[in-house]
């Protein structure tokens, strides 16, 4: 994703906007307030992911403020595996795309499953 230059701006973290995040993040975190004029705004944070923190769209009886309230770091406390009946299928050449699987990341978790 990349914000055009022209209508994007920082964010300091101390702003109320973003301020939970901030100190939730548990590291160094930036802000990129993207607006497109007066009824459209949106902040993202780029070392999440470009997470939308806070938004604004609309005015009057339109109008939708959305924000992050909540925010949690790290690893599932539960473990994805897949349902029995799914399939794993073998490509080949290089991986391409989310969810392909190397041959070696396959029969790792070839592995885990069959356990």
């Known amino acids: ?18 301020q939970l995040i901030a100190s939730a993040a548990g590291i160094p975190v930036t802000f990129l307030e993207w607006s497109t004029g007066p009824t459209f705004s949106t902040i993202y944070c780029p070392e999440l992911n470009m997470l939308e923190v806070w938004s604004h769209r609309g005015e009057g009886e339109g109008l939708r403020v959305r924000q992050l309230t909540s925010l949690l770091m790290g690893e599932p406390a539960i473990a994805f595996v897949p349902p029995e009946d799914a399939s794993i299928q073998r490509v080949v050449g290089e991986p391409r795309g989310p969810g392909v699987l190397s041959d070696t990341e396959a029969e790792s978790l070839r592995s885990r499953v069959s356990r």
């Open 1 to 18: 994703m990349q914000l055009p230059p022209a209508t994007t701006k920082t964010v300091p973290a101390s702003d109320p906007r973003v």
